[in-house]
């Protein structure tokens, strides 16, 4: 199974910085990743699909590119609500699989 | 709107089973494909089974192969997980997603997901 590598594992950023996440895949995903947000006790929300397509009523701070095995989630300007869990996905290859996650803190 | 909501989780001793149900509302059932996915208590997620939009095929996690089934039911818009022999390991919260509609059958992508049941394995 494909193994998604994410860094790093907690980013400490105050509102208003720029969150740069990472997602390494062990072998090519093409561009067939996506990304999710998972606030505590919440369920996870699809963000980016296909490595850099905003999902239906995501804000444009969030951004992601790369292809291949190394993908980056971006976002540009930290609101108070972003601060949660991300994760990334891939669906080249069955099973699905998912990243350990980074979780983006106050700093 | 789209609505998933789970039941049917509980405390289940190990190698007993337990069947979760997932019910559909707010867009055609019949039409989309679905998951499960499951998050053990303060880990990450980790996807276990999909059903196609007309149960003709379906996939599975290693870790629950031969355990696991799922299917659905379109007369009642819901989704279920049968799950038997069930191990400590098993210990999650317990989500159904839809996957996010394409031109081809299956996206991979999950675009709604429901709030989730507790599934605890214990004696």
């Known amino acids: 199974e494909i193994v998604l590598t994410q860094s790093p594992a907690t980013l400490s950023l105050s509102p208003g910085e720029r969150g740069t996440l990472s997602c390494r895949a062990s072998?090519?995903?093409?561009?067939?990743l996506a990304w999710y947000q998972q606030k505590p006790g919440q369920a996870p929300r699809l963000l980016i699909y296909?490595?850099?397509n905003r999902a239906t009523g995501i804000p444009a701070r969030f951004s992601g590119s790369g292809s291949g095995t190394d993908f980056t989630l971006t976002i540009s300007s930290l609101e108070p609500e972003d601060f949660a869990v991300y994760y990334c996905?891939?669906?080249?290859?069955?099973?699905?699989?998912f990243g350990g996650g980074t979780k983006v803190e106050i700093k | 709107q789209v609505q998933l909501v789970e039941s049917g989780g509980g405390v289940v001793q190990p190698g007993r089973s337990l069947r979760l149900s997932c019910a559909a509302s707010?867009?055609?059932?019949?039409?989309?494909?679905l998951h499960w996915v499951r998050q053990a208590p303060g880990k990450g997620l980790e996807w276990v089974t999909i059903?196609?939009?007309?149960?003709?095929?379906?996939y599975y996690s290693d870790s629950v192969k031969g355990r696991f089934t799922i299917s659905r039911d379109d007369s009642k818009n819901t989704l279920y997980l049968q799950m038997n022999s069930l191990r400590a390991e098993d210990t999650a919260v317990y989500y159904c997603?839809?996957?996010?509609?394409?031109?081809?059958?299956?996206?991979?992508?999950?675009?709604?997901w429901g709030q989730g049941t507790l599934v605890t394995v214990s004696s």
């Open positions: 707010g867009f055609t059932f019949s039409n989309y494909a």
């Open positions: 997603a839809r996957d996010r509609p394409t031109k081809t059958a299956v996206s991979g992508y999950l675009d709604y």
């Open positions: 296909d490595a850099s």
């Open positions: 059903i196609s939009y007309d149960g003709s095929y379906k």
């Open positions: 996905q891939q669906r080249i290859n069955w099973p699905l699989t």
């Open positions: 072998q090519s995903v093409s561009s067939y």
